[in-house]
């Protein structure tokens, strides 16, 4: 009985990161082993996970500006730290959710960066306005309360709610901040680079969300298409 060809490419060497990061196994095959390079589905997948991760190499800088520039001015005259709990709120849910759904980290890996640089930006606000013992309390409160948000203690119903909330708590921290600047008459130390920078991830991330879930269910309708023919 003879044996079953096993086929093979030149992109074998890099198959487990290609396949691990940027395409499903099928989209591997469809690209390196039928080199059927124009396979739409398969190619809306690649571009979806390269920008996925290209939005957290860029999460792990888009607040950067805004951190310099209190630090820079020691003030954070005109940040609002409700708006800045809030915004902290809403990336916790979307980090615990995706946790607990043992999602890619692709698909949310810029939670993490943006958690990080909130909760920075949350503590110089405090230390800024001469409260740096307050400032101290809040980091151990949030990262305790991070801990336990994280743990099977947590259930799944609270860190669903969680993540539901999300969108309410940002327009809610959006409105916040937006009625600091409109009493104060100017945005103070707001930086417009890390507003536009955040705008313009979270557009991509828009698109990513909707194209890895609609594109998935799409190649598998059309894998299975091709196995009955």
């Known amino acids: 009985m003879a044996e079953a ?7 074998d060497p890099f198959k487990d990161i290609l396949v691990n990061y940027l395409m499903p196994e099928k989209c591997y095959d469809e690209f390196f082993l039928q080199f059927n390079l124009l396979h739409v589905d398969c190619l809306k997948i690649v571009i979806s996970k390269g920008l996925g991760i290209g939005i957290i190499l860029g999460s792990v800088l888009v607040k950067l500006p805004q951190i310099l520039k209190l630090i820079g001015a020691r003030s954070a005259e005109g ?5 800045v709990l809030l915004e902290l709120f809403a990336i916790t849910g979307t980090m615990a959710y995706s946790i607990a759904n043992s999602f890619p980290f692709s698909s949310w890996g810029e939670a993490l960066f943006l958690m990080i ?4 930006i949350g503590f110089l606000i405090q230390h800024y306005g001469g409260n740096t013992i307050k400032g101290l309390g809040f980091l151990a409160v949030y990262f305790g309360l991070l801990a336990v948000i994280l ?3 947590t259930p799944m119903s609270v860190v669903t709610t969680m993540q539901a909330s999300n969108m309410p708590a ?4 959006r409105l916040i901040q937006a009625g600091t600047n409109y009493r104060n008459g100017h945005t103070g130390q707001l930086s417009a680079i890390s507003v536009f920078l955040l705008f313009a991830g979270s557009l ?3 698109f990513t969300t909707v194209q890895d879930r609609s594109l ?4 598998r309708l059309h894998l ?3 196995k009955k023919l």
């Open 117 to 120: 640089q909130t909760v920075t």
């Open 224 to 226: 299975l298409k091709k």
């Open 204 to 206: 991509a991330r828009i």
């Open 5 to 11: 060809v096993v086929e093979t490419s030149f992109m």
């Open 79 to 83: 940040l609002s730290f409700n708006s």
């Open 170 to 173: 940002i327009i809610f921290g």
């Open 216 to 219: 998935l269910c799409s190649l």
């Open 151 to 153: 743990s099977p203690v």
